[in-house]
């Protein structure tokens, strides 16, 4: 397996949820880890909270704005040398009918979800190609194989994530570039809710962030002749319909 130690890695949405777990576990494994969010305060509130873990650097960045992750970049370039890995794992989920959601909503969810993970892949691949490679981790859901009443820009922006992934993964294999989807079910985060508000037995069933964190790990540190490139995860025992 490969080591993460010295390894240098961005994780956008990287303050809470599915993509502060992620930062966590990359900095454990001994990784540097650079991470956005969309206020200053979540990030500086997030970066003094991982600092024990390892050095770990912060922005303010809305990913959905390509002149905002040009900034970003450039600004990991000033504290890092180098870059190995992208998780591109901020999102947002806004949940309507086609007939109730307005233009705005949709192309914030589009911004962000899909938009977002270009822009983000195409500024590491500018840097990839001068440490000759990289691996790109789009977390993308199962809600972009299976779609849902009220989900239309969500399982947009998920589908289309998951044909950006596959797709950058052929334009860039022969360029010692790794491209991976992970797509996970119900996640115990704010998407399913606030948490503050559910009852524990409300989210036993769910994945962990730190299930997802782990599988992101373990896909980094497959051997470099091997490319993991789609991952599902389900939780084992979800709820059941009531008749």
């Known amino acids: 397996m490969e080591s993460l130690s010295g390894k240098k890695a961005v994780v956008t949405g990287g303050t809470r949820g599915i993509g502060r777990a992620i930062a966590e576990r990359l900095l454990r494994g001994g990784a540097s880890v650079a991470i956005c969010g969309q206020t200053r305060e979540s990030v500086d509130r997030a970066v003094k909270e991982m600092s024990g873990l390892g050095q770990i650097i912060g922005h303010a960045a809305n990913i959905g704005r ?13 504290e890092f040398d180098g870059l190995d890995i992208l998780v591109n794992n901020a999102g947002a989920a806004r949940y309507k009918t086609v007939g109730e959601m307005t233009p705005e909503e949709w192309h914030r969810t589009i911004d962000l979800n899909l938009n977002g993970a270009f822009y983000c892949a195409h500024e590491a691949l500018r840097r990839f190609a001068t440490s000759r490679g990289g691996f790109i981790i789009n977390i993308s859901s199962l809600a972009g194989k299976n779609a849902f009443s009220g989900g239309a820009a969500y399982n947009a922006s998920k589908f289309g994530l998951n044909g950006f992934t596959e797709a950058l993964m052929l334009d860039h294999r022969h360029d010692n570039v790794r491209v991976c989807a992970i797509m996970p079910g119900s996640v115990d985060t704010e998407f399913s809710g606030d948490p503050d508000k559910r009852r524990p037995s409300d989210t036993s069933w769910m994945i962990a962030p730190e299930d997802v964190a782990e599988t992101v790990a373990f896909v980094l540190q497959i051997p470099v002749r091997t490319m993991v490139s789609a991952i599902e995860m389900r939780p084992s025992r979800p709820r059941k319909h009531a008749d």
């Open 66 to 78: 390509v002149e905002e992750v040009q900034r970003f970049f450039e600004a990991v370039d000033k």
